[in-house]
């Protein structure tokens, strides 16, 4: 396989991650006025922002077989394809192809979500840690600039919602022709075998498959629970809407940080110190939210700070096997069906919260979800290491 100039590659890597978060997050701060615009019901309105997490989950468990037949750099070139599409679909102001173009949305989204990690195991092996890092902050600065972006366009420009979400269209078509441009470097020989995918059948026999489920699904449960509830939660605490809201971004953007180091921690030594640590930090900043004004803006520091190498970690596990073939078959059931608990999170949150009127237990069960989330995690790194110190025969 002919190989990039890996500057290259990886600058375009990382373009075509910054258009997988904000196609999604820039939908929230205007949902009121989609809700309205489109004559949504309440139950139609929630299902603009979980519709995406379960495409997450169903979606990304058929990538490995496109990626066996086309390679994961096309894959990703039909990823990006996808996400322009729908968001071209969306642009047309009715519920019916807002749905759908958020649908493709999400399939593109989930089949990028799995070959990215794949792409960085097959070309930056001995930098892995390094670019899974890189691919970390660059996902939450997607995320963070679709959730800051919308409202401006909307009352600072004075853009419809229909044109201030559907503005990622320019770069997405924008990282698309780069991949397409990139990618000519990366295609297999044609007189040469394209590289072996392992099938998801072996992978799925592999106790540490589970392992990274949990790893993967259980941060992002927290992860999503929070974005969906912080802002409710801090006005219960006293905190204002406006406020309340600038919290979240905070949230976001305090992740970016430790998305550097995260990928560095399974290969540490000092792992699992420095996984309970950050469970430790996890869990009391999730117990801060709910003890007062004060305590809830400390919490909202901890838990921001922490999340961001909590996802690092979980995609340093999906990409850090030992062989390469191996990724895109674990990288599909550790987001497929890490996305499909995290979409749980939620909606049991909400339940708790309705049947008690307070976030108590809510934050609770949350807590108790990273404890477990810190076990699974020293486990799979325990795993990791050792398979990687085994002799290969």
């Known amino acids: 396989m002919r190989r990039l100039v890996a500057p290259g590659l990886l600058a375009a890597l990382l373009l075509a991650t910054f258009v997988i978060r904000g196609p999604i997050t820039s939908v929230p701060p205007a949902l009121s006025l989609v809700r309205d615009d489109l004559s949504l019901s309440a139950t ?6 979980t519709l995406p997490v379960v495409c997450f989950g169903v979606f990304a468990c058929v990538t490995p077989l496109l990626a066996a037949r086309v390679g994961i750099e096309r894959t990703l070139g039909v990823a990006l394809a996808a996400i322009c599409v729908g968001l071209a ?4 102001h009715a519920a019916e192809p807002f749905f759908a173009g958020t649908l493709l949305i999400g399939l593109g989204i989930a089949m990028a979500n799995v070959v990215i990690p794949a792409i960085a195991r097959a070309h930056f092996a001995r930098s892995l ?5 890189r691919y970390t902050v660059m996902i939450q600065v997607s995320g963070a600039t679709g959730a800051f972006l919308t409202r401006p366009l909307v009352d600072g420009a004075g853009w419809s919602w229909t044109w201030a979400i559907g503005i990622w269209l320019v770069p997405a078509v924008l990282v698309l022709v780069v ?3 990139a990618a000519r470097g990366a295609a297999p020989d044609r007189a040469q075998p394209r590289a072996a995918v392992t099938r998801m059948r072996t992978v799925l026999n592999r106790p540490i498959t589970w392992g990274i489920v949990l790893v993967m699904g259980l941060q992002s449960l927290v992860f999503f629970s ?7 939660l801090l006005h219960g605490q006293g905190w204002s809407p406006g406020a309340a809201g600038t919290a979240l971004g905070i949230f976001s953007l305090l992740g970016m940080p430790g998305s550097l180091l995260g990928g560095l921690i399974l290969g540490s030594h ?9 469970t430790a930090g996890f869990a009391l900043g999730l117990v801060l939210l709910v003890c007062g004004t004060i305590a809830a803006g400390i919490g909202v520091l901890l838990c921001g700070l922490c999340q961001g190498p909590a996802l690092a970690v979980a995609l340093s596990a999906i990409a850090g096997q030992v062989e390469p073939a191996d990724v895109p078959a674990t990288s599909a059931i550790g987001q497929g069906v890490g996305y499909l608990l995290a979409a749980c999170g939620p909606v049991a949150i909400g339940a708790l919260y309705g049947a008690r009127g307070d976030f108590l237990f809510a934050m609770a069960a949350l807590v108790g979800v990273m404890l477990v989330w810190g076990t699974a995690t020293t486990l799979v790194g325990r795993a990791q290491a050792d398979a990687k110190l085994a002799p290969t025969g």
């Not at 139609?44 to 922002?49: D, E, F, H, K, M």
């Not at 000092?270 to 950050?278: D, E, G, K, S």
Request: charged share 10%; aromatic share 6%.
């Open 44 to 49: 139609a309105a929630g299902l603009v922002t």
């Open 89 to 92: 679909v969306r642009l047309v």
């Open 129 to 133: 840690s390094k670019v899974m890092g």
């Open 179 to 181: 991949w397409v441009l």
């Open 226 to 232: 929070l974005v969906n509830w912080l802002p409710t």
């Open 270 to 278: 000092r792992r699992t110190t420095i996984v309970m640590a950050l």
